[in-house]
C-alpha cells in the first residue's frame, strides 16, 4: 500500500525548466526503484526515466537523457525530475511510478495520479 503524489507541473515555454517531484507515503518498499512515465492523449504510457534506490542506477528514455535529471531522497521519500531544455514534444502527464528495478525500466507496483506539464512553442 503505497500512494504516490506528484508536484511541480505547469506551462512553460520551450527552452526553459520544470523540476517535478513525487512523494510516497503509506507503506512504502525500501529497495524499490522509482521512475517517471509519461502520457499524451491518444498515446500509451511511455516510460522517461528511472532511479535504484542507491540512486546508482539511472536509465533515461533516449528522447530526454541529456535534458532530464532523476533524483531521490530516500530520507524524503521522495524522487524529482529535473527537466531542461523542455521542448513541446514533452507535453504530457508526468506520472510517477515504483517497483522493483527493470533492466530497461521500472516494473510498476504503483502508480501516481500524474501532473500535466505544457511546453508552449
Known amino acids: 500500500q503505497v500512494q504516490l503524489v506528484e508536484s511541480g507541473g505547469g506551462l512553460v515555454q520551450a527552452g526553459g525548466s520544470l523540476r517535478l517531484a513525487c512523494t510516497a507515503s503509506g507503506r512504502t518498499i525500501s529497495g524499490y526503484a522509482m521512475g517517471w512515465f509519461r502520457q499524451t492523449p491518444g498515446k500509451e504510457r511511455e516510460f522517461v526515466a528511472q532511479?535504484?534506490?542507491?540512486?546508482?542506477?539511472?536509465i533515461y528514455a533516449e528522447s530526454v537523457r541529456g535534458r532530464f535529471t532523476v533524483s531521490r531522497d530516500n530520507a524524503k521519500n521522495t524522487v524529482y525530475l529535473q527537466m531542461n531544455s523542455l521542448k513541446p514534444e514533452d507535453t504530457a502527464v508526468y506520472y510517477c511510478?515504483?517497483?522493483?528495478?527493470?533492466?530497461?525500466?521500472?516494473?510498476?507496483?504503483?502508480w501516481g495520479q500524474g501532473t500535466q506539464v505544457t511546453v508552449s512553442s
Open positions: 511510478a515504483s517497483g522493483p528495478i527493470g533492466v530497461t525500466q521500472i516494473r510498476v507496483n504503483y
Open positions: 532511479i535504484s534506490w542507491t540512486g546508482t542506477r539511472i
